[in-house]
């Protein structure tokens, strides 16, 4: 991958994160008394964004989420910048990063719950495995949602700041000079 596409991937990455960030502190908040009470929100918000926005960064320097993209695009023959080719290649970078980012954040929260909390009230919590999942049951929709738009909204905004935009004209019509 060449050094504009890193960029903007990067880029693209860090933006969706702290968004997916946002929506997991609002959900928590929202839907966890306990939560709320216990957790000042600003202090929520940062940690969540901060720490969305690093697994995001790993998730996008571990997975080849462009080339995913790239190549579902390619197998359904949708060329870029069209709006097929950046509905197909946004759904690997939005779910690959959904599934990973969210994992991580409900099971941090649901440790810290479980370690922030006195001991009767451990002994009235589920155990951590079913706290975790049941709570990244309730992040992985509403993030995936996010995630999917603001890639899909914010790729050509960030293409063309940043200038990678796909292949030169005369390249996608088949002449090569």
């Given amino acids: 991958m060449n050094r504009k596409n890193r960029v903007m991937h990067t880029a693209m990455t860090v933006l969706i994160s702290a968004a997916m960030g946002v929506v997991a502190s609002w959900l928590i908040l929202g839907s966890n008394p306990q939560a709320a009470a216990s957790t000042p929100a600003p202090m929520m918000y940062a940690c969540n964004i901060v720490l ?13 989420f462009g ?10 023959h949708a060329k870029p910048p069209g709006l097929a080719f950046n ?6 970078l939005a779910a690959g990063n959904t599934v990973f980012i969210s994992l991580v954040l409900s099971f941090v929260g649901a440790f810290m719950a479980r ?8 002994a009235h919590m589920p155990p951590l495995l079913s ?3 049941g709570s990244w049951a309730k992040l ?4 995936l949602c ?18 990678p935009g796909g292949p030169p ?6 002449r090569e000079s």
């Fill in 131 to 133: 706290m975790w999942l």
């Fill in 169 to 174: 004209e005369r390249i996608q019509k088949g």
């Fill in 140 to 143: 992985l929709a509403p993030t």
């Fill in 52 to 64: 969305s926005v690093v697994l995001g960064i790993v998730s996008a320097a571990v997975l080849p």
């Fill in 146 to 163: 996010v995630s999917y738009l603001l890639s899909v909204l914010l790729s050509p905004v960030v293409a063309k700041l940043l200038g």
């Fill in 115 to 122: 370690r922030g909390a006195p001991a009767e009230a451990v």
């Fill in 67 to 76: 080339k995913w993209g790239r190549g579902l695009a390619n197998r359904a």
């Fill in 87 to 92: 509905l197909l290649h946004s759904i690997p």
